[in-house]
């Protein structure tokens, strides 16, 4: 109720304000690479404004995903456009826009910048996805990482493993991605520039596997028998391999990147060596009793299935720590550890030659009082020991949002506009956005825009945005 | 679109599963004082429920407040009754809903149970006020502490002093309480069993003040000119107190309660110090350099003028420290400090006579990583050295949501069910409670009540709310 008397009121007062107040012009974020603007302004007529193709460009007239941005950036630069115009033409008079001559070249300091969402520790229902993927597109994100399944619950609904979800899932029902949630989600993310790369994680981070695939866990034992309790993913069985051979046949088939996510991460062996079948397991492949050792077998296994579906692997760091014989073109993502550790491990690891991915300092579920997006902003991912060749290894970064204590109750203002930090670190040039001070204004403008465009990103401080209580909903 | 398919598919299963299906009785938060639980377990028909007065109540048929509670509450307890009725009552026959056998007697230990929300430094729309009184309501606060007016903005709009919104909000018109808005959180509340405690905090934190009320602060001083810039409120003038004497006039008919809030706390004596008039009305006064006595001077001015208009004052800890002379009635409330500085604060006000409220280790606005609430909950406000007399003073506790990081958009999840946490302590019997561990799935249970009333509570940690998807918005 209090909504709708609000928005009559601000329309009343279009009438009387707008003929006198020119709008002031947004910060750009994240940064461009080049950008002059001249403080000569123009009004611009919204039916005249025309989108074009350089002459140049490798895109031309007719590419649908350029075509459907246009489109989207036309309401979003003219929220009010559609609104006034049928009914209320005699407003247009007063609902002057204005553009500074601008002109921009851009292009991304680094080809992957990614955000992970954990929809096993909690459930993320569809639309708190896609309006994730609506801000990601905003702060110029290109990879969702869907960190889809892990040990609380399986909320992927296979084709050929049903009961993965079903006994997995949190809700055999409510709580799952059918095919089609999980086309839509992809489809969603396309029309943004956004690339979707689920990850599969194992062998550990699987407890929720074994509801639905009997005997891929291994079991546990207490002294002589087995405890009634699961670990990680049995490596020594030819079953688990054609498991996951059709497992990830399907999911390589739903998901069309290139990339696959393999996870390898935090694998504990104390199940591993209660077992007398992998004790003996070990024993036979002369693996003593280095469980890494049997690690380094099951994932060289699995990146070797997923070569052979014509895809690329990507897996923690873990995999890379244990000393793996993996291919070359495996990506390695770095969670671990405080500045002086990531930068060890960024030097260990392109120093083997793999590419490399940060993501270590921007674990954006941690929080902590105040302006912790400072954290993230200042963060440089490519100062670290190494030739000009190591740091072109660094392909970008990730930003990590797990969902220990994250649902879709407060994933949006969590997210944002803390994200965006990360995502000018990975977009613009670093000596251009070298202060974190300069930074805070434009990420305060950001940020109402982000509420404009109906994202409800938590504020950075004191103060205002000047369109929050239209885009706000609170339901009562 | 997805939500209402996912309530239409819900909707569907229904038939097949209530039938079936018993469903778990809610924890109840915070703990009564007495309850006994039979496992027996009986059917109820909600067209039969009756709640009623006992017959020594004080309050009888008739009252209108527990009238409407018994209402709210009857929808509270069956959710689906309105829905299914009309239209689908061939569904009645597997609504089937069944009640353990109960007798509860309770009775809150704190008599004052608090919730500060700042209004100054972001602007808090009705709906999201509202909302957290309803929430309040379900965690048995019975005080909001309606932190209006601050440094950053004056939202409240006074009948006789119109511009100190009109000037000092952050917008005049949209970001104001208009009379007609106070009136309702009033109302709001009231049937809510809340009381609602304005606080007009001065001398310090009054910058919003300065714009629509000229010659209210004082003029800092560089050297011999006046810098431009201000201060607290200016003491030494008497038209200050006339102001203030017509203001309180104004907000204690507005706000009916018997406390008003007067603030008094981190005043900065630079600007005093600077300013030559000032120093000659100290000389006058014999305050010599001691600016504490300044300060009492005028905290003393209006703890009077708030008793001469029949009201109790509260004031932050600061006007106790200060030692100034207040009448015994008035509140302070504890703000400072870890823990050992708290206990001692309590027994020096406790062994002067007066009432205290705790509030400083509930700045809820205060978050890290993982499961604060249980710092919340540890809490034991009786815990200092003093006699069974002084621990009678105590007469309760306040959470304070502070609003530098918070508006809108993260107040819901940043509040709840954090402050729930803090709300048991303030009801339930310590003994009864004193193990975190213990309250932790009833909390987890109850913070899927809250979900299911519409409360957007954030997760305690991994798992799932059987209705969460049921109440959840997502706009899209």
Redesign the interface.
Known sequence: M??TE?KR??FL?LLIILHSEVEQAYAVWPMPQQMSQSTDRYPINPQLLAFSYARDSAAQSGCSVLDAAFERYFNLIFPDFQLTMPVFSFLLYFLQYFVNKTEIEDFPRFQFRGLLLDTS???L????I??TLDAMAYSKFNVFHWHIVDD??FPYQSRNYPDLSSKGA??P???IYTQSDVKRVIYHARLRGIRVVPEFDSPGHTQSWGKGQPDLLTSCYKGKVPSGTFGPVNPTLSSTYQFLNGLFKEVTSVFPDSYLHLGGDEVDFTCWRSNPNVQAFMAKMGFGSDYTKLESYYMENIVNITAALNKTSIVWQDVFDYRERIPMDTVLEIWKGVPADYRAELGRITLAGYRVLLSAPWYI??????QDWRNAYTVQPQNFSGTEQQKKLVIGGEVCMW????????L???LWPRASAAAERLWSDEEKTSSVDKAFPRLEDFRCTL?RR?I?????????CKH??DR?????
């Open positions: 209090f909504l609000t009121f601000h007062l520790r909690h459930y229902p569809m639309p708190a896609l309006k609380p619950s949190f809700h029902m409510t709580h579920n941690h929080i902590s009082y105040g969902g220990e204590y994250v649902d879709a109750t407060n949006t203002p969590r509420i109906g409800q990103a938590e504020p950075l401080f004191v103060g205002h929050e209580l706000l909903v609170v339901v009562h």
